[in-house]
C-alpha cells in the first residue's frame, strides 16, 4: 500500500482545504500514516488523527453558526478576537483526547513567547496543542500549557515539513501550503479582521478608518509577508517530496467561505499533481530520497508536561 506523510500548513478558514486534500488521497488508495500541522493545519490533522472522516468533519464545519465565530469569552487572553465557537467546535471532538489515544501519529506546532522557541506538541491534551498552534498573534488569545504561553505555530514554522519528516523518517511527505507561489501574492487579498458582535456599517465604517485600525492593518499584512516568505524558504531547504498549493487565494484567512469551494480546490490541487505523489511513492525515488534529503531533525523543542 502506498504511504505518505503529510505536513499541512496554516491559513484559517482555508484550512477547510485541507480536507479535501485528504479525500482524493483516500480515493487514490494512499495511505496517511503520520501528520505534521501547524495552525489551521493542526486543527484539520489532529481532528483526522483523531478517527473522524472526511464527511463527518465537512458536515460539522457546515452547521457551524458563523455570526458568533470569532466572539470573545470572559476568559479569553489578551487579543482582538476570541474563540467563541472555535473553541466549543473543538471540544466537542477532541476534550479529554491524548496524543496517545490518536489513530495516527499527529504532532502540530507552537511557539512560546517566554523563551522565543518553537515547540513541537506531541503529548498530553490534543485539544490544549490545537488551541495553541491556532493562536494567531494578536488575534486569538495565547494557550498556556504550563509555564509556556504559546502562540501559532506558524510563527517560526507556516508549513512543518521537518516535524512531518520526524515522525515519519522513511516516508514521502507531502506539504500543503495553502498561500500560492511568491508571484501571484500581489493577487492575495488584505487581511481584514471580523468584528465581533457585528456593528452598524456606519460605525463600522468610522473604526476602520481610524489611524490604529489602519495601522493595525499594515502592521498584519507585513507579518503575513513576512509568514509566505518563511514557508517558501523552510519548503526549499526541508525538501518536502511533493508540495500542494490549493487555489484558494481569493479567500482570507477569517472570511466567511462555503466549505465545499475550499472542499473542491483541495481535491483539485491533489489531482493536479497526481503524476508528481506517485513519482514521490515510487522505489526509485524512495532509494533517492534516503541520499538527498536531509534527514530528521536532531533536535526537537517538545514542550514538557
Not at 496543542?129 to 509555564?147: C, M
Not at 511513492?281 to 534529503?293: C, D, K, M
Request: hydrophobic residues 45%; charged residues 20%.
Amino acid at each position: 500500500m502506498s504511504e505518505i506523510a503529510l505536513a499541512l500548513g496554516g491559513g484559517g478558514v482555508k484550512g477547510i482545504a485541507h480536507l479535501g486534500v485528504i479525500h482524493r488521497l483516500e480515493q487514490e488508495g494512499i495511505k496517511i500514516k503520520a501528520i505534521a500541522g501547524t495552525s489551521a493545519g493542526g486543527v484539520v490533522g489532529a481532528l483526522y488523527a483523531a478517527g473522524y472522516s472526511v464527511s463527518q468533519l465537512t458536515e460539522a464545519l457546515a452547521d457551524l453558526n458563523r455570526i458568533n465565530y470569532f466572539a470573545r469569552r470572559p476568559k479569553d487572553g489578551p487579543s482582538l478576537l476570541g474563540l467563541g465557537q472555535v473553541a466549543p467546535f473543538l471540544e466537542r471532538f477532541l476534550a479529554g483526547l491524548t496524543f496517545e489515544r490518536l489513530l495516527i501519529p499527529f504532532a502540530c506546532t507552537a511557539v512560546d513567547l517566554h523563551t522565543k522557541q518553537e515547540y513541537v506538541l506531541n503529548r498530553g491534551s490534543v485539544l490544549d496543542a490545537v488551541l495553541a498552534t491556532i493562536a494567531i498573534p494578536g488575534i486569538f488569545p495565547p494557550q498556556k500549557i504550563g509555564p509556556a504561553e504559546l502562540v501559532d505555530g506558524g510563527v517560526l514554522d507556516p508549513v512543518p515539513v521537518a516535524v512531518a519528516r520526524w515522525l515519519a523518517p522513511k516516508l514521502p511527505i507531502i506539504a500543503v501550503c495553502l498561500s500560492p507561489v511568491p508571484e501571484k501574492w500581489q493577487e492575495l487579498p488584505d487581511f481584514t479582521p471580523i468584528p465581533t458582535p457585528p456593528l452598524p456599517p456606519p460605525l463600522l465604517s468610522q473604526i476602520s478608518n481610524l489611524r490604529l485600525s489602519q495601522a493595525f492593518r499594515i502592521y498584519i499584512q507585513a507579518i503575513d509577508i513576512t509568514s509566505r516568505m518563511l514557508a517558501e524558504l523552510r519548503m526549499q531547504v526541508e525538501k518536502p517530496d511533493v508540495i500542494l498549493r490549493p487555489d484558494v487565494n481569493q479567500f482570507g484567512i477569517l472570511d466567511k467561505v462555503e466549505p465545499g469551494v475550499l472542499l473542491k480546490a483541495g481535491e483539485e490541487a491533489v489531482e493536479n499533481s497526481l503524476d508528481a505523489i506517485h513519482h514521490a511513492l515510487s522505489w526509485p525515488h524512495g532509494l533517492l530520497r534516503r541520499f538527498q534529503s536531509p534527514p530528521p531533525p536532531e533536535i526537537i523543542h517538545p514542550l514538557e508536561e
